[in-house]
Protein backbone atom coordinates (compact mmCIF):
# COMPACT_ATOMS: atom_id res chain seq x y z
CA UNK A 1 0.00 0.00 0.00
CA UNK A 2 2.59 2.50 0.91
CA UNK A 3 4.85 1.88 -1.84
CA UNK A 4 1.91 2.17 -4.45
CA UNK A 5 1.38 5.64 -2.69
CA UNK A 6 4.89 6.30 -3.64
CA UNK A 7 4.52 5.04 -6.74
CA UNK A 8 1.91 7.86 -7.82
CA UNK A 9 3.59 10.20 -5.91
CA UNK A 10 6.51 9.89 -7.92
CA UNK A 11 4.76 9.78 -11.06
CA UNK A 12 2.60 12.90 -10.29
CA UNK A 13 5.58 14.46 -9.30
CA UNK A 14 7.42 14.25 -12.51
CA UNK A 15 4.48 15.20 -14.52
CA UNK A 16 4.56 18.21 -12.55
CA UNK A 17 8.12 18.98 -13.25
CA UNK A 18 7.66 18.25 -17.31
CA UNK A 19 4.36 20.55 -17.30
CA UNK A 20 6.63 23.14 -15.59
CA UNK A 21 9.53 22.53 -17.62
CA UNK A 22 6.78 22.79 -21.02
CA UNK A 23 4.89 26.23 -19.18
CA UNK A 24 7.90 28.15 -18.06
CA UNK A 25 9.35 29.84 -21.29
CA UNK A 26 12.99 30.31 -20.14
CA UNK A 27 13.69 26.40 -20.68
CA UNK A 28 12.19 27.12 -24.50
CA UNK A 29 10.43 23.60 -24.87
CA UNK A 30 7.14 25.04 -25.82
CA UNK A 31 8.54 27.51 -28.31
CA UNK A 32 9.57 25.29 -30.91
CA UNK A 33 6.30 23.17 -30.82
CA UNK A 34 3.91 26.18 -30.85
CA UNK A 35 5.39 27.06 -34.32
CA UNK A 36 3.52 23.77 -36.20
CA UNK A 37 -0.18 25.03 -34.29
CA UNK A 38 -2.70 26.41 -36.48
CA UNK A 39 -2.82 30.53 -35.86
CA UNK A 40 -5.95 31.75 -37.54
CA UNK A 41 -7.46 35.36 -36.22
CA UNK A 42 -9.82 34.63 -34.19
CA UNK A 43 -12.17 37.49 -35.29
CA UNK A 44 -15.24 36.21 -33.67
CA UNK A 45 -14.19 35.80 -30.75
CA UNK A 46 -14.05 38.60 -27.91
CA UNK A 47 -10.48 39.41 -26.53
CA UNK A 48 -10.64 39.35 -22.38
CA UNK A 49 -7.75 41.55 -20.90
CA UNK A 50 -6.04 42.10 -17.51
CA UNK A 51 -4.22 44.85 -16.66
CA UNK A 52 -2.56 46.10 -13.84
CA UNK A 53 -2.36 49.63 -12.69
CA UNK A 54 0.20 49.98 -9.59
CA UNK A 55 0.84 53.68 -8.77
CA UNK A 56 2.07 56.83 -10.10
CA UNK A 57 4.57 56.35 -13.10
CA UNK A 58 3.58 52.60 -13.32
CA UNK A 59 -0.23 53.29 -13.61
CA UNK A 60 0.94 56.40 -16.12
CA UNK A 61 2.46 54.24 -18.25
CA UNK A 62 0.14 51.23 -17.93
CA UNK A 63 -2.81 54.13 -19.47
CA UNK A 64 -0.46 55.67 -22.03
CA UNK A 65 0.06 51.88 -23.56
CA UNK A 66 -3.45 51.27 -23.32
CA UNK A 67 -4.37 54.86 -25.03
CA UNK A 68 -1.63 53.90 -27.85
CA UNK A 69 -2.88 50.16 -28.50
CA UNK A 70 -6.44 51.18 -28.08
CA UNK A 71 -7.28 49.78 -31.78
CA UNK A 72 -5.75 46.06 -30.50
CA UNK A 73 -6.45 46.07 -26.96
CA UNK A 74 -9.77 47.54 -26.71
CA UNK A 75 -12.11 46.70 -29.50
CA UNK A 76 -15.55 46.84 -29.17
CA UNK A 77 -16.71 43.39 -27.57
CA UNK A 78 -13.41 43.61 -25.63
CA UNK A 79 -13.99 42.83 -21.69
CA UNK A 80 -11.51 44.21 -19.77
CA UNK A 81 -10.54 43.53 -16.03
CA UNK A 82 -8.87 46.24 -14.27
CA UNK A 83 -6.67 45.12 -11.23
CA UNK A 84 -5.44 48.15 -8.84
CA UNK A 85 -4.22 48.69 -5.61
CA UNK A 86 -4.59 52.49 -4.90
CA UNK A 87 -7.29 54.80 -5.50
CA UNK A 88 -6.19 57.49 -7.03
CA UNK A 89 -4.58 54.81 -9.69
CA UNK A 90 -8.52 53.91 -10.22
CA UNK A 91 -9.87 57.45 -10.95
CA UNK A 92 -6.90 57.94 -13.11
CA UNK A 93 -8.51 55.67 -15.30
CA UNK A 94 -11.74 57.14 -15.26
CA UNK A 95 -10.04 60.23 -16.28
CA UNK A 96 -8.59 59.02 -19.03
CA UNK A 97 -8.58 55.42 -20.73
CA UNK A 98 -12.02 54.80 -18.77
CA UNK A 99 -13.63 57.80 -20.38
CA UNK A 100 -14.30 56.50 -23.62
CA UNK A 101 -14.63 52.92 -24.29
CA UNK A 102 -17.59 51.84 -26.13
CA UNK A 103 -18.94 48.69 -26.34
CA UNK A 104 -15.60 47.59 -23.93
CA UNK A 105 -17.35 45.49 -20.80
CA UNK A 106 -14.80 46.94 -17.55
CA UNK A 107 -14.37 45.21 -14.57
CA UNK A 108 -12.85 46.45 -11.59
CA UNK A 109 -10.12 43.91 -9.33
CA UNK A 110 -9.22 45.67 -5.97
CA UNK A 111 -5.18 44.33 -4.91
CA UNK A 112 -3.89 44.87 -1.53
CA UNK A 113 -0.38 46.79 -2.09
CA UNK A 114 2.25 44.37 -1.93
CA UNK A 115 5.23 47.29 -1.09
CA UNK A 116 5.51 50.58 -0.19
CA UNK A 117 7.89 52.09 -2.21
CA UNK A 118 11.21 52.33 0.21
CA UNK A 119 9.42 50.06 3.01
CA UNK A 120 11.51 48.20 5.40
CA UNK A 121 12.43 44.94 4.29
CA UNK A 122 10.17 42.90 7.68
CA UNK A 123 7.33 44.88 6.39
CA UNK A 124 7.92 44.60 2.80
CA UNK A 125 7.59 40.54 3.85
CA UNK A 126 4.53 41.30 5.92
CA UNK A 127 2.54 43.30 3.55
CA UNK A 128 3.67 40.70 0.41
CA UNK A 129 2.76 37.57 3.03
CA UNK A 130 -0.99 39.16 3.44
CA UNK A 131 -1.38 40.82 -0.43
CA UNK A 132 -0.12 37.13 -1.71
CA UNK A 133 -2.84 35.60 0.24
CA UNK A 134 -5.97 38.42 -0.41
CA UNK A 135 -4.70 38.11 -4.45
CA UNK A 136 -5.13 34.46 -4.33
CA UNK A 137 -8.86 34.59 -4.47
CA UNK A 138 -9.22 37.59 -7.34
CA UNK A 139 -6.57 35.89 -9.62
CA UNK A 140 -8.28 32.43 -9.23
CA UNK A 141 -11.43 33.91 -10.51
CA UNK A 142 -10.17 35.87 -12.88
CA UNK A 143 -8.17 32.43 -14.41
CA UNK A 144 -12.27 31.09 -14.22
CA UNK A 145 -13.42 33.73 -16.75
CA UNK A 146 -10.08 33.32 -18.87
CA UNK A 147 -9.87 29.63 -19.18
CA UNK A 148 -10.86 29.15 -23.11
CA UNK A 149 -11.20 32.41 -24.05
CA UNK A 150 -9.01 34.44 -26.14
CA UNK A 151 -6.82 36.17 -23.82
CA UNK A 152 -4.03 38.43 -22.24
CA UNK A 153 -2.72 39.71 -19.34
CA UNK A 154 -0.58 42.72 -20.02
CA UNK A 155 1.86 44.25 -16.63
CA UNK A 156 4.30 46.55 -16.01
CA UNK A 157 6.87 46.71 -13.06
CA UNK A 158 4.62 47.12 -9.24
CA UNK A 159 5.19 44.56 -6.47
CA UNK A 160 1.99 43.03 -7.12
CA UNK A 161 2.35 41.70 -10.79
CA UNK A 162 5.36 39.02 -9.23
CA UNK A 163 2.08 37.73 -7.39
CA UNK A 164 0.04 37.96 -10.47
CA UNK A 165 1.99 36.12 -13.01
CA UNK A 166 3.52 34.03 -10.47
CA UNK A 167 0.07 32.44 -9.35
CA UNK A 168 -1.52 32.20 -13.06
CA UNK A 169 1.79 30.53 -14.20
CA UNK A 170 1.15 28.31 -11.31
CA UNK A 171 -2.46 28.09 -12.38
CA UNK A 172 -1.60 26.95 -15.80
CA UNK A 173 0.84 24.11 -14.80
CA UNK A 174 -2.21 22.34 -12.13
CA UNK A 175 -4.65 23.07 -14.05
CA UNK A 176 -3.64 22.42 -17.71
CA UNK A 177 -5.14 25.51 -19.35
CA UNK A 178 -3.04 28.64 -20.66
CA UNK A 179 -2.09 31.97 -18.63
CA UNK A 180 -0.90 34.58 -21.93
CA UNK A 181 1.36 37.19 -20.07
CA UNK A 182 3.32 39.77 -21.74
CA UNK A 183 5.38 41.97 -19.20
CA UNK A 184 6.54 45.69 -20.23
CA UNK A 185 9.51 46.63 -18.33
CA UNK A 186 8.92 50.57 -17.21
CA UNK A 187 10.33 53.50 -18.74
CA UNK A 188 12.21 54.02 -15.86
CA UNK A 189 14.48 51.54 -16.27
CA UNK A 190 17.20 52.24 -18.33
CA UNK A 191 20.26 49.81 -17.65
CA UNK A 192 18.85 47.44 -15.17
CA UNK A 193 15.94 45.50 -15.18
CA UNK A 194 13.45 46.05 -11.94
CA UNK A 195 12.83 43.89 -8.68
CA UNK A 196 9.66 43.10 -10.68
CA UNK A 197 11.28 42.64 -13.87
CA UNK A 198 13.62 40.43 -12.85
CA UNK A 199 11.82 37.84 -10.85
CA UNK A 200 8.97 37.87 -14.16
CA UNK A 201 11.71 37.67 -16.60
CA UNK A 202 11.92 33.92 -17.23
CA UNK A 203 8.33 33.24 -16.39
CA UNK A 204 5.75 35.84 -18.72
CA UNK A 205 5.08 34.70 -22.10
CA UNK A 206 7.03 37.77 -23.46
CA UNK A 207 9.47 40.47 -22.19
CA UNK A 208 9.52 43.80 -23.39
CA UNK A 209 11.74 46.44 -22.63
CA UNK A 210 11.64 50.41 -23.81
CA UNK A 211 15.58 50.74 -24.29
CA UNK A 212 17.73 49.02 -26.56
CA UNK A 213 20.26 49.15 -23.81
CA UNK A 214 18.67 46.67 -21.96
CA UNK A 215 17.35 44.22 -24.89
CA UNK A 216 21.26 43.83 -25.18
CA UNK A 217 21.79 42.11 -21.56
CA UNK A 218 18.66 40.28 -21.53
CA UNK A 219 18.40 37.44 -24.36
CA UNK A 220 14.45 36.89 -24.30
CA UNK A 221 13.51 40.57 -23.72
CA UNK A 222 12.13 42.31 -27.05
CA UNK A 223 12.74 46.09 -27.54
CA UNK A 224 10.29 48.08 -30.03
CA UNK A 225 11.14 51.62 -28.93
CA UNK A 226 9.75 53.34 -26.41
CA UNK A 227 6.09 52.11 -26.36
CA UNK A 228 3.82 54.37 -23.67
CA UNK B 1 3.50 88.66 -27.76
CA UNK B 2 6.16 87.34 -25.00
CA UNK B 3 6.43 83.34 -24.06
CA UNK B 4 5.63 81.35 -21.32
CA UNK B 5 7.66 78.90 -19.69
CA UNK B 6 5.88 75.90 -18.15
CA UNK B 7 7.31 74.41 -14.66
CA UNK B 8 6.05 71.06 -13.26
CA UNK B 9 7.53 69.06 -10.39
CA UNK B 10 5.55 66.03 -10.68
CA UNK B 11 2.22 64.74 -9.32
CA UNK B 12 4.17 63.06 -6.45
CA UNK B 13 5.87 64.50 -4.22
CA UNK B 14 7.15 68.46 -3.80
CA UNK B 15 10.45 69.52 -5.48
CA UNK B 16 11.27 72.40 -3.11
CA UNK B 17 15.31 72.08 -4.78
CA UNK B 18 14.06 73.05 -8.59
CA UNK B 19 11.62 75.93 -7.44
CA UNK B 20 14.08 77.36 -4.92
CA UNK B 21 16.91 77.21 -8.56
CA UNK B 22 14.01 78.48 -10.59
CA UNK B 23 13.24 81.62 -7.98
CA UNK B 24 16.66 82.70 -8.32
CA UNK B 25 17.17 86.73 -9.43
CA UNK B 26 19.94 85.79 -12.44
CA UNK B 27 17.62 83.20 -13.63
CA UNK B 28 14.91 85.02 -13.57
CA UNK B 29 16.84 87.84 -15.06
CA UNK B 30 17.76 85.06 -17.60
CA UNK B 31 14.22 84.13 -18.86
CA UNK B 32 13.68 87.57 -19.21
CA UNK B 33 16.46 88.30 -21.51
CA UNK B 34 15.19 85.73 -23.38
CA UNK B 35 11.92 87.15 -23.85
CA UNK B 36 9.83 84.98 -21.68
CA UNK B 37 7.20 87.24 -19.82
CA UNK B 38 4.97 84.52 -18.09
CA UNK B 39 5.93 81.76 -15.60
CA UNK B 40 3.39 78.94 -14.90
CA UNK B 41 4.62 76.77 -11.81
CA UNK B 42 3.08 73.73 -10.60
CA UNK B 43 5.06 73.87 -7.66
CA UNK B 44 3.23 70.88 -5.58
CA UNK B 45 1.12 69.68 -2.66
CA UNK B 46 1.72 71.83 0.70
CA UNK B 47 4.48 74.18 -1.00
CA UNK B 48 2.35 77.00 -1.19
CA UNK B 49 3.83 79.35 1.57
CA UNK B 50 7.37 78.07 0.79
CA UNK B 51 6.59 79.46 -2.83
CA UNK B 52 5.67 82.83 -1.21
CA UNK B 53 8.02 83.08 0.48
CA UNK B 54 11.18 82.19 -1.95
CA UNK B 55 9.13 85.26 -4.23
CA UNK B 56 9.49 87.47 -1.52
CA UNK B 57 12.59 86.85 -1.13
CA UNK B 58 13.46 87.46 -4.97
CA UNK B 59 11.50 90.50 -4.71
CA UNK B 60 8.92 89.70 -6.62
CA UNK B 61 5.84 91.88 -5.88
CA UNK B 62 3.05 89.31 -4.90
CA UNK B 63 -0.39 89.74 -5.72
CA UNK B 64 -3.28 90.14 -3.96
CA UNK B 65 -6.35 87.99 -4.49
CA UNK B 66 -9.53 90.03 -6.13
CA UNK B 67 -12.32 89.87 -3.66
CA UNK B 68 -11.37 85.81 -3.59
CA UNK B 69 -11.63 85.53 -7.76
CA UNK B 70 -8.65 83.21 -8.72
CA UNK B 71 -7.53 83.80 -11.82
CA UNK B 72 -7.41 80.64 -14.54
CA UNK B 73 -5.21 79.29 -17.22
CA UNK B 74 -5.83 77.36 -19.89
CA UNK B 75 -7.64 74.03 -19.17
CA UNK B 76 -9.32 75.94 -16.40
CA UNK B 77 -6.41 76.09 -13.68
CA UNK B 78 -6.56 77.96 -10.78
CA UNK B 79 -3.60 80.06 -9.86
CA UNK B 80 -3.29 80.33 -6.73
CA UNK B 81 -0.31 82.23 -6.08
CA UNK B 82 0.56 85.06 -8.44
CA UNK B 83 3.37 87.66 -8.64
CA UNK B 84 5.34 90.13 -11.05
CA UNK B 85 8.94 89.75 -10.89
CA UNK B 86 9.48 92.89 -13.22
CA UNK B 87 7.95 92.15 -16.61
CA UNK B 88 7.87 88.61 -15.59
CA UNK B 89 4.56 87.40 -14.40
CA UNK B 90 4.57 84.48 -12.20
CA UNK B 91 1.66 82.22 -11.57
CA UNK B 92 1.94 79.01 -8.85
CA UNK B 93 -0.26 76.63 -8.18
CA UNK B 94 -0.07 72.92 -6.22
CA UNK B 95 -1.31 70.80 -8.66
CA UNK B 96 -3.86 70.04 -11.38
CA UNK B 97 -5.00 67.13 -13.70
CA UNK B 98 -5.64 68.94 -16.52
CA UNK B 99 -1.49 69.61 -16.76
CA UNK B 100 -1.44 68.29 -20.54
CA UNK B 101 -3.81 70.81 -21.90
CA UNK B 102 -2.22 73.46 -19.89
CA UNK B 103 1.21 72.53 -21.62
CA UNK B 104 -0.35 72.01 -24.73
CA UNK B 105 -2.28 75.32 -24.75
CA UNK B 106 0.29 77.06 -22.39
CA UNK B 107 4.05 76.21 -22.94
CA UNK B 108 6.83 77.31 -25.03
CA UNK B 109 9.27 75.67 -23.26
CA UNK B 110 8.54 72.80 -20.23
CA UNK B 111 11.39 72.82 -17.45
CA UNK B 112 10.11 69.57 -15.26
CA UNK B 113 11.05 67.15 -12.61
CA UNK B 114 12.74 63.72 -15.12
CA UNK B 115 9.43 61.65 -14.21
CA UNK B 116 8.67 59.85 -17.46
CA UNK B 117 5.07 60.99 -17.77
CA UNK B 118 6.10 64.45 -17.26
CA UNK B 119 8.98 64.24 -20.29
CA UNK B 120 6.75 61.76 -22.50
CA UNK B 121 4.19 64.43 -22.22
CA UNK B 122 5.78 67.13 -23.19
CA UNK B 123 8.17 65.62 -26.29
CA UNK B 124 5.04 64.18 -27.48
CA UNK B 125 3.82 67.87 -27.78
CA UNK B 126 6.76 68.44 -29.60
CA UNK B 127 7.52 71.13 -26.60
CA UNK B 128 11.15 72.47 -25.66
CA UNK B 129 11.95 70.62 -22.45
CA UNK B 130 14.52 71.18 -19.81
CA UNK B 131 14.65 68.86 -16.94
CA UNK B 132 15.80 68.47 -13.61
CA UNK B 133 16.25 65.32 -12.10
CA UNK B 134 15.18 64.70 -8.02
CA UNK B 135 17.74 62.82 -6.93
CA UNK B 136 16.72 63.03 -3.41
CA UNK B 137 13.89 60.90 -3.97
CA UNK B 138 14.93 56.81 -3.61
CA UNK B 139 14.24 53.98 -6.33
CA UNK B 140 12.85 56.09 -8.83
CA UNK B 141 15.96 56.60 -11.17
CA UNK B 142 15.70 60.25 -12.40
CA UNK B 143 19.15 60.97 -12.80
CA UNK B 144 19.51 57.77 -15.28
CA UNK B 145 16.20 58.89 -16.72
CA UNK B 146 17.51 62.48 -17.93
CA UNK B 147 20.55 61.18 -19.11
CA UNK B 148 19.52 58.84 -21.12
CA UNK B 149 17.04 61.53 -22.69
CA UNK B 150 19.68 63.54 -23.03
CA UNK B 151 21.90 61.14 -24.71
CA UNK B 152 19.32 60.58 -27.66
CA UNK B 153 19.31 64.15 -27.95
CA UNK B 154 15.87 64.99 -27.15
CA UNK B 155 16.01 67.05 -24.05
CA UNK B 156 18.47 69.48 -22.21
CA UNK B 157 19.30 68.32 -18.71
CA UNK B 158 20.34 70.37 -15.63
CA UNK B 159 21.24 70.17 -11.78
CA UNK B 160 19.06 71.61 -9.47
CA UNK B 161 21.11 74.81 -9.20
CA UNK B 162 20.71 78.52 -10.73
CA UNK B 163 24.07 78.06 -12.41
CA UNK B 164 23.34 74.90 -14.27
CA UNK B 165 19.60 76.21 -15.06
CA UNK B 166 21.42 79.31 -16.71
CA UNK B 167 23.56 77.05 -18.69
CA UNK B 168 20.81 74.26 -19.48
CA UNK B 169 18.24 77.23 -20.50
CA UNK B 170 21.15 78.97 -22.96
CA UNK B 171 21.44 75.62 -24.56
CA UNK B 172 17.80 74.23 -24.73
CA UNK B 173 17.01 77.58 -26.67
CA UNK B 174 19.82 77.02 -29.76
CA UNK B 175 20.55 73.11 -29.95
CA UNK B 176 18.59 71.60 -31.61
CA UNK B 177 15.92 68.63 -30.47
CA UNK B 178 14.87 65.36 -31.48
CA UNK B 179 11.36 64.50 -31.65
CA UNK B 180 10.00 61.80 -30.00
CA UNK B 181 8.34 59.24 -31.78
CA UNK B 182 5.00 58.15 -31.25
CA UNK B 183 4.21 54.92 -28.72
CA UNK B 184 2.68 53.20 -31.00
CA UNK B 185 4.89 50.01 -32.92
CA UNK B 186 3.06 47.91 -35.57
CA UNK B 187 5.76 45.06 -34.42
CA UNK B 188 4.55 45.17 -30.67
CA UNK B 189 0.72 45.26 -31.77
CA UNK B 190 1.65 42.09 -34.00
CA UNK B 191 3.25 40.56 -30.66
CA UNK B 192 0.29 41.93 -28.34
CA UNK B 193 -2.40 40.00 -31.15
CA UNK B 194 -0.18 37.06 -31.23
CA UNK B 195 0.73 35.82 -27.67
CA UNK B 196 -3.47 36.38 -27.35
CA UNK B 197 -4.03 34.35 -30.18
CA UNK B 198 -1.42 31.84 -29.53
Known amino acids: MGYTLCLFALIFLQALVVRTLWVVPIFGIREGAELSEKRGFQAGQALRLFVFLGSGGHTGEMLRLLENYRTALLRPGTQLYVGFSDEASLLKFQATVGADLPDVEVKFLRFSKAREVGASSLASVRSVAFSFAQSLWCLTWLKWQFVGQQQLVLLNGPGTCCIIAGWLKFLEIVTLTRSKIVYVESLARTDTLSLSGKLLYPLVDEFVVQWSELCEQYDRARCYGILV | ?198
Open chain 2, 1 to 198: MGSTVVVTCGATVPFPELIAALLDKQVLDTLLRMQYTKLIVQYGRGFTSEFKQLLDCVGARLEASTNGKTPTLAAGVEVQVRAHFQALEICGFEFTGAIHQLLRDEADLVISHAGTGSIVDALRLGKRLLVVANTSLMDNHQLQIALKFESRGHLQSAAAQPKALIAALREVETAPQAPLPHGYNSSFERLLMDVAQS
